[in-house]
């Protein structure tokens, strides 16, 4: 068992060449939104751009995409046309992942049938390391055997990793390592499995992340995770150590933000405190 310090900070952080340029550090796809939810694809990336990736291109359903593309000029949005996500969409995200170097997909999504299709048919297809989150998590459940051979990071809460595993955990630390090893291994895959004490497995290798704070309930602050995570993703890094570093960096901007805010807290908060969680 590994307890997350903020040793591996630097291992995921190391010194830049002074000839660094744009590209080095990933370009990450976040691939989420839809008619009603724009919030959670813009905190995906908000907080991947605060944990050091390059560039982040948001693909979204228009009307998301519309108000991202206006939200700050750092964010890249791409429209999708119509409302909801679904298979008339797939050439072009295919086409959108060609020059990125890892993907977030899920968040503000929705779960109509055919955004479902869509998902399971991208992640079927996707070659780059991705974080699937939220609604894709949902998608993943009805076919598991997209996970097979790919470098993926779950990230589901209590309830999202029921809907995978058809497994209920309760508080009980133990309980809770030993269904995210046993199911990790059994898919072949990395899983981050969210609460007041984070576990994270690949089904060889487990670890334990214990920052974080019990404000930390409002909506978004799984998104910043995610955001987190496909960054470390997008710079790189395996999917083991990217689940656990941003398990501890989002608890850790989360505690930092919670210190002075306490019930008034937001995930745009959590996000603005990244920097401080990140400092070596």
């Known amino acids: ?137 949902h998608a993943v459940s009805i076919d598991k055997k997209i996970l097979e051979n790919k470098n993926f990071v779950l990230t589901p809460h209590t309830h999202e990793f029921f809907i995978l595993s058809g497994i209920k955990v309760s508080a009980d630390l133990k309980e809770r390592i030993e269904a995210v090893k046993k199911f990790a291994s059994e898919l072949k895959t990395t899983i981050l499995l969210k609460g007041h004490v984070d576990v994270i497995s690949d089904g060889k290798n487990f670890a334990l992340n214990r920052t974080g704070s019990s404000y930390m309930t409002k909506g978004g602050m799984g998104d910043t995770l995610a955001g987190i995570c496909g960054a470390l993703l997008a710079r790189g890094n395996d999917t083991f150590t990217s689940a656990c570093a941003s398990a501890y960096i989002n608890g850790l901007a989360g505690q ?21 969680a990140i400092k070596i």
Not at 26 to 37: E, M, W
Not at 81 to 99: A, C, I, M, R, V
Not at 113 to 127: F, G, Q, R
Not at 260 to 267: F, W
């Open 1 to 137: 068992m590994t307890e997350i310090k903020k040793g591996i900070l630097k291992k995921i952080y190391k010194k830049r060449d002074p000839w660094s340029h744009k590209y080095d550090f990933g370009h990450l796809l976040v691939i989420g939104g839809s008619k009603q939810y724009s919030g959670s694809p813009t905190l995906n990336a908000l907080a991947a751009l605060r944990a050091g990736v390059d560039l982040v291109t948001i693909a979204s359903p228009e009307r998301a995409a519309d108000i991202i593309a206006s939200f700050l000029p750092d964010l890249i949005a791409y429209p999708l046309k119509g409302d909801y996500l679904n298979k008339t969409h797939l050439d072009e995200l295919f086409k959108l992942t060609q020059n990125k170097t890892a993907v977030v997909v899920g968040s503000g999504l929705c779960r109509e049938k055919e955004i479902i299709e869509a998902v399971i048919e991208y992640l079927k297809n996707v070659k780059i390391p991705c974080v699937i989150d939220a609604d894709a998590i």
């Open 256 to 276: 930092i933000a919670t210190k002075n805010l306490g019930e008034s807290v937001t995930a745009t908060d959590l996000i603005n405190t990244i920097p401080k």
